[in-house]
């Protein structure tokens, strides 16, 4: 396997977090429907194929501690910084200024991150270790986004809101 470089491993990070950023500000401008909340984690769940060749394998204990970390450590902040609201008959996602804040964050964890768990685990198996941990980061914030998604459909078929005044901005908790 070829050496990569600290400076080429930090233009992949800038590479991959401007692609993050410019996907969601794109995922802003389009209605939010079932299908964009659950096929990014369903699409990403065939990435634990790299578990059948065992360079990437890690001891269940470690991938239960990077799931749990990546679910609730590094989902929090994007579950509170995305909201969804109706406009007209759709729901969107309110932009919000601390996404971009989020995301430099976590490409500073995963950058110095890196090095430190490349003192203890292979190159795969660290690398099969940021794949759970993002997964768990991704479904918790989907299924956030999910559960979201169903309070404002609950809400537009409920009469005595709109008649309350519409639907406010909510949470995708």
């Not at 692609?19 to 794109?26: A, L, M, T």
């Given at each position: 396997m070829p050496h990569i470089t600290p400076f080429e491993y930090g233009i992949s990070i800038l590479v991959g977090g401007a692609?993050?950023?410019?996907?969601?500000?794109?995922e802003t401008r389009t209605a939010?429907?079932?299908?964009?909340?659950?096929?990014?984690?369903a699409g990403m769940s065939t990435g634990f194929s790299m578990f059948a060749v065992p360079d990437f394998r890690i001891p269940w204990t470690w991938a239960l501690i990077a799931f749990a970390t990546?679910?609730?450590l590094l989902a929090w902040p994007l579950v509170a910084t995305t909201k969804l609201h109706r406009q007209g008959a759709v729901i969107m996602m309110k932009r919000s200024p601390a996404f971009l804040v989020v995301i430099f964050a976590l490409l500073a964890i995963r950058f110095f991150a890196d090095g430190f768990f490349d003192k203890f685990l292979t190159v795969p198996q660290t690398a099969g270790t940021f794949f759970i941990l993002a997964f768990g980061m991704i479904v918790c914030w989907r299924g956030s986004m999910f559960l979201g998604y169903r309070r404002l459909n609950a809400q537009r078929a409920d009469p005595t809101a709109e008649a309350a005044g519409g639907t406010p901005a909510l949470d995708a908790e």
């Open positions: 692609v993050v950023i410019f996907w969601r500000i794109r939010v429907t079932l299908k964009k909340i659950l096929i990014p984690p990546g679910a609730t």
